[in-house]
């Protein structure tokens, strides 16, 4: 079984900025439609931002759209979020996987945002 696997995250202050990678194994990714998904302590995991394996459809939840932008390369099947204006309220742990969770989850990375 496929487990991404997520760059380090880190410890960040209200405002501060943060860029997460994902690796994901084999052919399948170049694919998939991706996402990058979060989850915060006593609540779901929920997605935040999705793009389209050609790249020409992006998606955002409504907490992140304009402070966070996913891209993606392909030739080296990563995945990456760029977040800046970070708030505390996006204190979770992130994960990648494709839009459709095709793969296993991985130990995601846990992103602090000190207010």
């Known amino acids: 079984q496929v487990q991404p696997v997520e760059s380090e995250g880190g410890l960040v202050q209200t405002g501060g900025s943060l860029m997460l990678s994902c690796i994901v194994s084999?052919?399948?990714?170049?694919?998939?439609?991706m996402a990058w998904f979060r989850q915060a302590p006593g609540l779901e995991r929920e997605r935040v931002a999705t793009?389209?394996?050609?790249?020409?459809?992006?998606f955002y939840t409504d907490s992140v759209k304009g402070r966070f932008t996913i891209s993606r390369d392909n030739a080296n099947n990563a995945l990456y979020l760029q977040m800046s204006g970070l708030k505390p309220e996006d204190t979770a742990v992130y994960y990648c996987n494709s839009e459709d969770r095709n793969f296993e989850w991985g130990q995601g990375t846990q992103v602090t945002v000190s207010s």
């Open positions: 084999g052919r399948a990714f170049s694919s998939l439609d």
């Open positions: 793009i389209s394996w050609t790249t020409y459809r992006r």
